[in-house]
């Protein structure tokens, strides 16, 4: 949580003294017990002045520091109007103390120099990273095979490589009073809503926190009803994606040391949507798009369903099915809510534990575990064979849905479903359907109706929806995220972009 002692950040905000001796003693009492913090005396040979070399180890790239810092200064050359001859693409002047830190710990070096009332701020910035790999979360079959990384900027670049044009525009806000965050708002400016722009950098701007490490937290700020189980943000490891998404007039926010980028506004239909779909032929994507939306309904259904026929529909049962019914289970204890909830919370657990252990064992744990488990349920008389199909088709079906915060989500929708069905039977799942529904319909983001283009109906949306139509039949963005345009501005704008 953020403090409140403004008597000890007061000393932040004092202006950079033009005595070399005064900024020295200034950095040893500010950044106290700070081992990692180098600082190096030297005499600049241009006009034979003391400076101070300071940058934090491990920040840095050391080989820009020695070449393009240490060295020009070291030598006699014409520096003209400045005071200093680098070889460094981006030099800043900072004048107080508390864009000196900002700097320091985003990875800079500082140089001061007696008789300057400010310091150089040198784009040194050379932290560890990893390289660029193929996204864990978001496979891909036809797209690309580049994930986002943990620096910003990098990130930016990889969007950029999509979308080459001046129309990309970038505001950059801070977030967090210790651990201070770039957070990037990404649009094309000609397409984007400027609603939705000024919505989202308004929130940004409210968070008052000590840091935010990732989009997850951040997207927690800014959604329009944190409350509700259904993700209001898309977050993505892709660049492909959200280049497409900024191109349909979404904007884009990228957290600096987050893999992951947020998407927004968004739609429910937009979490059923994937980028093969894109490459992939209409009648193929069409399918696949049925399939997912299927997928759901029996993810969050069908242990619901069963618990409802079995306890209190027997009666809609065929006969052959019902006596099968009954055979299987005459030897279990347990009424069909409970062997239902037994057998979901076992499976919650294998999940969790192949995701938490090292990939090779996390797989044996989940193939081995899963067999065992319920090959030993089922001969020990706790549950019925019937109820480890259900099981196994509600786990296959969550495994469709391409975005995972919707899959968690469908995960607890499933218990609430549940819980109904054991009361009320089918009135149960009836009541919990239209409460699902009309949940979606009142949700928004960044006010924007989330059930847009099914509810309210957008017949012009309906083309990538549900279904969609071939490319060359989409000739218009979703309004649910361009700004509303006449018929001609929109031919119009469609022809440039041709062009």
């Known amino acids: 949580m953020p403090d409140n002692d403004t008597e000890q950040n007061k000393p932040h905000s004092d202006c950079i003294s033009n005595d070399l001796q005064e900024n020295m003693e200034k950095v040893q009492q500010l950044f106290s017990d700070t081992p990692d913090m180098v600082i190096r005396h030297l005499t600049i040979k241009q006009s034979d002045k003391q400076a101070l070399l300071i940058y934090i180890d491990g920040l840095n790239d050391k080989a820009a520091i020695n070449d393009d810092v240490l060295r020009p200064l070291q030598q006699e050359m014409t520096v003209g109007i400045q005071e200093i001859a680098v070889t460094i693409g981006h030099l800043e002047h900072l004048y107080d103390w508390e864009h000196v830190e900002l700097a320091l710990f985003q990875g800079n070096s500082l140089l001061f120099i007696n008789g300057s009332e400010h ?17 864990q979360l978001e496979s891909s079959l036809k797209g690309a095979h580049q994930g986002f990384l943990e620096t910003g900027d990098l990130n930016i670049a990889l969007i950029r490589r999509y979308i080459p044009h001046r129309g990309l525009k970038i505001k950059r806000l801070t977030v967090g009073q210790r651990g201070k965050t770039t957070v990037s708002i990404l649009y094309i400016e000609d397409i984007a809503n400027e609603k939705y722009i000024s919505k989202l950098e308004q929130r940004i701007q409210q968070i008052n ?53 947020l998407i927004a506004p968004v739609t429910f239909m937009s979490f059923f949507q994937n980028i093969d779909d894109y490459s992939s032929r209409w009648t193929i994507a069409t399918f696949l798009r049925l399939l997912r939306m299927f997928a759901f309904f029996m993810a969050a259904f069908l242990p619901a369903f069963y618990i409802s026929v079995v306890s209190y529909h027997f009666e809609i049962i065929p006969l052959k099915l019902l006596l099968t019914l009954g055979e299987s289970r005459g030897q279990v204890p347990f009424p069909p809510f409970v062997e239902a909830i037994l057998m979901e919370i076992t499976l919650e657990l294998l999940r969790e534990a192949g995701i938490r252990l090292p990939a090779p064992v996390g797989q044996t744990v989940g193939i081995v575990g899963g067999i065992v488990i319920g090959q030993a ?6 549950i019925s064979n019937v109820m480890v199909i259900v099981v196994a088709f509600t786990a296959i079906s969550s495994f469709i849905l391409p975005n995972y915060d919707m899959v968690a989500a469908v995960r607890l929708i499933r218990f609430i479903l549940m819980i109904l069905a054991s009361m009320f039977g089918f009135v149960g ?24 283009p099914i509810g309210p109906v957008r017949l012009a949306d309906l083309k990538d929806t549900i279904i969609r139509v071939p490319l060359w039949l989409m000739d218009k963005r979703p309004l649910s995220s361009a700004p509303k345009q006449s018929k001609r501005q929109r031919q119009s704008r469609i022809q440039e972009d041709t062009e």
């Open 119 to 135: 310091a150089y701020s040198l784009d040194t910035k050379g932290w560890p990273q990893r390289n660029i790999e193929d996204p």
């Open 377 to 382: 349920v089922v001969q020990a008389g706790l």
């Open 209 to 261: 926190v000590d840091a935010v490490i990732n989009t997850g937290e951040l997207c927690e700020f800014i959604e329009d009803n944190p409350f509700s189980l259904f993700p209001q943000l898309i977050t993505t490891e892709r660049p492909d994606t959200a280049a497409s998404q900024l191109l349909q007039g979404r904007c884009a926010v990228v957290v600096d040391r987050s893999p992951n980028v």
């Open 429 to 452: 799942l009836v009541i919990g359907f239209m409460t699902l529904i009309g949940h979606i319909l009142a949700l928004k983001s960044l006010g924007t109706a989330y059930g847009s």
